[in-house]
């Protein structure tokens, strides 16, 4: 290489499922090559069901107008703007201004870099939780923060324990990442617990992100953060489409909360891109739009899905919660469990068990170690496969045991 790479790079790796999926790649084609059946992925939470017809004929309609291909307004579309705010006032009760409190984004991942480099100095601290999306951690890191773990845990139904973070240093502490209904546990939120997570913010001036792309996913009432009192003072929201609407590779998300933190978002974004293309932009109107009836037969085939994920943990010996929200199964691992028989000691029991579904029965199970220290004992299956293909599968493992 010509040149060094910037040091904020050195503090980081890429993407795990970047990596893995390269490998899956490779060893695809010595499979195919051998005739063997390809590599079963349970791994990637990306949606395999189509989208509102009306947002793909949006979009075709759209892409067909002269004006439509131009650059588009930093902040998007009013009827964007409007089409988020009608849909949180619906879903969430809750009030946002399209104004001011409602950036569009591309994506709500791409939020999570923004926020950073928005309000996060070197030295800055941040908490991370741990399991937790991992890009809260790389994000972190790119913009030289000090990474503060909390703990979430099984017994405290994956939710903060306040008593432990009161007795934490919090001084430089500025941002704290939450994200429920939780990935990759599952783990749904209360209106009590997000009251506690924004008053804890508000006592300690904290700003509180929730990531919040699950809430319709296996859960009979989405709620939001911005729900709780005084909630606007210390929170932003992201949220998107890419889960809910089965819109993943669309790119459509949106940060939520006081006009004046979002503004200081805008000034980042701004500097970054020129606007989502306006075709993008009006299907996401009508997909906004959808009535309870899209999410009722969506999750209808989730449900359906994650019994199907449940046999395979039970044939595998591993505990979970039978009424976990969000795309993925989480289940927990125990020390003994035949299926660790011939795997290295020397990792942790999800990567052991992980390992030997992918390299012994062609099955990408995800091991939960990548998720923090408290996921080393768990593994993840994800629900964006059809119920043949869980089944399929389960058959792989059931003919390796």
């Known amino acids: 290489m010509i040149i060094k790479p910037a040091q904020r790079t050195l503090s980081v790796q890429e993407y795990y499922f ?4 390269k490998e899956v790649d490779a060893l695809n084609k010595e499979r195919v090559a051998a005739g063997i059946d390809k590599i079963i992925n349970l791994g990637i939470g990306s949606p395999d069901g189509f989208p509102p017809v009306a947002a793909v ?13 131009g650059y588009q307004s930093y902040v998007g579309l009013p009827a964007l703007r409007q089409a988020f705010a009608d849909w949180y006032a619906r879903w969430y009760g809750v009030e946002l201004n399209p104004n001011g409190e409602i950036q569009p984004l591309v994506g709500s991942k791409e939020g999570i870099l923004l926020i950073s480099m928005a309000f996060i ?23 030289e923060a000090e990474i503060v773990k909390y703990d979430l845990r099984e017994d405290n139904n994956w939710w903060p324990d306040f008593d432990a973070l009161e007795k934490m240093d919090l001084s430089g502490v500025k941002i704290m990442w939450v994200n429920y209904p939780h990935m990759p546990t599952g783990a749904k939120a209360t209106p009590e617990l997000y009251q506690r997570i924004v008053d804890f913010g508000r006592k300690h001036k904290i700003l509180i992100v929730n990531d919040n792309p699950y809430s319709f996913i296996l859960n009979d009432k989405p709620i939001s953060i911005l729900a709780a009192e005084g909630a606007k003072e210390c929170c932003l929201e992201l949220n998107s489409l890419s889960k809910a609407h089965n819109m993943a590779g669309w790119r459509i998300g949106m940060v939520g909360g ?21 075709g993008l932009q009006m299907a996401a109107v009508e997909a906004l739009s959808q009535g309870p009836e899209w999410f009722t037969a969506l999750n209808d085939e989730y449900r359906v899905r994650r019994v199907e994920a449940g046999r395979i943990f039970d044939l595998l010996g591993a505990t979970y919660d039978h009424d976990s929200s969000g795309l993925f199964l989480w289940g927990r691992v125990e020390e003994g469990n035949p299926f660790l028989a011939g795997t290295d000691e020397n990792k942790c029991l999800g990567e052991r068990i992980s390992d030997k579904a992918l390299y012994e029965a062609g099955v990408f199970i995800t091991p939960g170690f990548i998720f923090g220290r408290n996921g080393e004992n768990y593994i993840r299956i994800s629900l964006c496969a059809k119920p043949e293909v869980l089944c399929a599968a389960r058959k792989k493992l059931e003919a390796l045991i």
């Open 258 to 278: 006081d006009k004046e933190i979002i503004s200081e978002v805008l000034k980042v974004k701004s500097q970054m891109d020129s606007g989502m293309f306006k």
């Open 18 to 21: 970047s990596r893995k999926l």
């Open 57 to 69: 004929n949006a979009l075709t309609e759209w892409s067909q107008k002269p004006d439509s291909h």
């Open 121 to 143: 100095d070197k030295g800055d601290k941040v908490l991370v939780p741990d399991p937790g999306y991992p890009t809260y951690t790389s994000a972190s890191k790119m913009v």
